[in-house]
């Protein structure tokens, strides 16, 4: 019940107005008295609560069964929540353009840090929503699992999607390319990593440390975008040459692609050693 408070006090309601609507749907109707003791409000305060309600249209005053007690009943959970939707919704429309008109310079060139997992789920997931055209994801299966409906919905929307996929998938959306050296990788960064670019404009990034701590960040800034959607196109033309070629490169590179990933090494058998001889 707390966390539910605190969820309705950010939705512009005072703790005591929380609390009376909380405790209003348990046991309507109800007079203010009761409603006082139902919500540990005090008697002081329950009124001017209460009246601030039903201003709001979010309690309405009715009558008891002998017509001279004044109770109230609540509107419902999905209305409640459908009028501050419809609100929100029609201030921010109002607030775009006003705020559009004052702002100064553009912050495409900044890049926003994303420092715990809540942040990186909700931008994740927006960005995802809306994306138009073009979605390209790196990606590791824990994040798939909390991914993929967003991934869905851009789908039937039209957008096309091409997902690098760290481990065997069992899913698969857009065009899925199975990475093969996950385990080195896992090894050589302690952790796992997340990277999206929606129609090569916004690019969001996170890394899932081994010891649970998580890391990001997300911009507009076309150079970090750029660099961004080249590391997972690059990423789709490797699974693509092992893919079809597998027993050819780990013949030549390793039987997991060490030798592949040697980027000090131009032949990874010695073409160091022959150009200093040449």
């Not at 991914?147 to 039937?156: R, S, T």
Request: a negative charge; hydrophobic letters at 40%; charged letters at 25%.
């Amino acid at each position: 019940m707390h966390r539910t408070i605190q969820l309705i006090k950010q939705l512009g309601f005072s703790a005591y107005e929380a609390k009376a609507y909380t405790a209003l749907l348990a046991c309507q109707p109800a007079t203010a008295y009761e409603l006082a003791r139902q919500a540990a409000i005090p008697s002081s305060k329950i009124y001017e609560t209460v009246s601030r309600l039903v201003a709001r249209g979010i309690f309405r005053p009715i009558h008891s069964s002998d017509d001279q007690t004044q109770e109230y009943a609540a509107l419902t959970v999905k209305d409640f929540l459908g009028r501050i939707r419809e609100h929100t919704l029609s201030q921010v429309d109002e607030l775009l353009p006003l705020l559009d008109k004052v702002a100064v310079r553009p912050d495409d060139d900044l890049i926003w840090p994303l420092q715990h997992e809540e942040q990186i789920r909700n931008k994740v997931s927006e960005t995802i929503g809306e994306t138009r055209n073009t979605l390209l994801l790196s990606l590791w299966p824990q994040e798939l699992n909390w991914i993929i409906q967003d991934l869905k919905d851009a789908e039937k929307r039209g957008a096309q999607i091409a997902m690098v996929h760290f481990g065997k998938p069992d899913r698969f959306i857009g065009a899925t390319y199975h990475h093969p050296v996950e385990k080195t990788l896992y090894e050589e960064k302690g952790g796992r990593g997340l990277t999206l670019v929606s129609d090569s404009s916004l690019v969001v990034m996170a890394n899932y440390h081994s010891d649970s701590s998580v890391d990001g960040a997300w911009s507009r800034n076309q150079s970090f975008v750029t660099v961004a959607e080249d590391y997972i196109k690059h990423d789709v033309y490797i699974t693509k040459v092992t893919r079809f070629l597998d027993e050819e490169v780990k013949s030549r590179f390793g039987a997991n692609y060490e030798k592949f990933r040697d980027v000090f090494d131009a032949d990874a058998q010695g073409a160091r050693h022959a150009s200093n001889i040449n």
